[in-house]
């Protein structure tokens, strides 16, 4: 099983936005209760020193942990889970390179065409829609919990335009990434990038 590119942090900052985007790709596994979660979930949230994740399904049963009863993390939606979840592994840990749909296609071995209208029928988005919310959630963490400018963050995150990213970052947060920052951001010495 690859390694997802995501932190303990980022993973943490998805379960608390009970956010569907990554739902399949990694579990919530309580120490407290032994029961894992989607990252979807919205049964109350434990703490965090409580919290493990895994990547796995095997992995986190094998460690002990119940499926939770509310989000059954065990319940594949479809067949075609399998391929749309590779194709999210694959956008996650590719997100800063330019990526046209042939790449994506020919790393999960099936065809562009055929990809794009599976991806679109199992999550109601275009490869394009993902990868581009994948980019703003990157964009922003990297917001929150560093100094890093938004021209930095923009190209640091795959965008090749800053008028694109500040489109697109609208699209997702609803605000600019200045504002974002400004709401989000821890102020640990109080230099915002904006
Ligand atoms: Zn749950």
Redesign the pocket.
Known sequence: MADLNLSFDEMWEKIMACDQTYDGLFY?AVKTTK????PS???RKPKKINVEFYHDIEMVEKAGYR???????EVEQSPNTAIVKAVISFLINHYTQRLVLNDIAENVGISPFYLERLFKQETNETPRAYLERIRIDKAAHLLKNTQLSNLDICYGVGFHSPSNFYRAFRRVKNCSPSEFRNKEGSDENGMGGS
């Open positions: 919530t029961i894992y979660c989607r979930c919205r049964s499926a939770c009863k509310r989000c059954q993390p």
